[in-house]
């Protein structure tokens, strides 16, 4: 589906926000669309490893300093950035038979959720990157097939205020040294409560390296679309790397 920027709205014009205020709005745009489309790519990395002691060998504590170890800072995203705002237990999407978006906790056999966010004020474009510890790699394996199986059944997705539309999957040939790789491509759009409408398009790359799954979403302005696709390759490409020189990991598995 096709759409346009909506125009300016009726009536008197709104105040400029504040500087501090387009910061929070970025923000909140990546968090909505990483958590409506962590199906197959956008800026949001996932990647899967096993580690030793047990079926995953980890504690909590362990999962907590993989998690944050490995999550792109804003240095990762590149020259620009800034922010590095952090959230654990941060749930996942679900998305319905009538591809409506909801958000709900952790699935069962997480052991560590964790978010952090950069962003860039020239060009404009939001960053977030996700890593997901699991008990075991089938249930990183099942998170996978539920983010690839939303975008497969609901190109067109959309919660009470925001909608994600044209969403497809998109190659990942290029990235090295995970178990599975998507990504996904797509336009995002939400609206405000005096009704003003914003438009990004974004991307979502997302890898699996046994039980641990990192993600990386990028978003931009409307006409930035291969940028934001290479940018989230990237980020995620290097989340890689960050769980590859962890000490305490064997060896990618496959």
């Not at 125009?7 to 968090?31: C, F, M, N, V, Y």
């Not at 909801?102 to 964790?114: K, L, N, P």
Request: hydrophobic letters at 30%.
């Amino acid at each position: 589906m096709t759409s346009q920027p909506p125009g300016p709205p009726s009536g008197p014009l709104h105040p400029q926000p504040s500087e501090a205020d387009e910061r929070r709005k970025k923000r909140r745009l990546i968090t909505w669309i990483a958590a409506g489309v962590a199906a197959v790519v956008v800026v949001v990395v996932v990647v899967v490893l096993l580690l030793p002691g047990g079926e995953s060998g980890q504690t909590t504590t362990d999962a907590q300093k993989l998690a944050k170890d490995v999550a792109a800072t804003p240095g990762d995203w590149g020259p620009g950035f800034s922010g590095g705002n952090e959230a654990n237990g941060i749930g996942e999407p679900t998305v319905g038979a009538d591809c409506k978006v909801s958000q709900h906790s952790d699935r069962t056999g997480t052991m560590y959720s964790f978010e952090r966010d950069s962003q860039r004020d020239n060009p404009a474009t939001a960053g977030a990157s996700q890593v997901r510890v699991f008990d075991k790699p089938d249930t990183a394996k099942s998170f996978l097939k539920d983010d690839e199986s939303s975008v497969q059944r609901c190109p067109n997705q959309s919660s009470d205020t925001d909608r994600w539309e044209n969403i497809r999957q998109s190659p990942t040939e290029q990235l090295s040294g995970f178990d599975e790789s998507v990504a996904e491509d797509g336009t995002y759009i939400t609206t405000d409560q005096n009704g003003q409408k914003t438009t990004q398009v974004y991307t979502i790359a997302t890898g699996r390296s046994g039980n641990v799954t990192l993600s990386a979403t990028a978003a931009g302005d409307p006409g930035n679309e291969q940028n934001m696709h290479t940018l989230a390759l990237d980020v995620l490409q290097k989340m890689q790397k960050h769980l590859a020189e962890k000490k305490h990991a064997l060896p990618l598995k496959r």
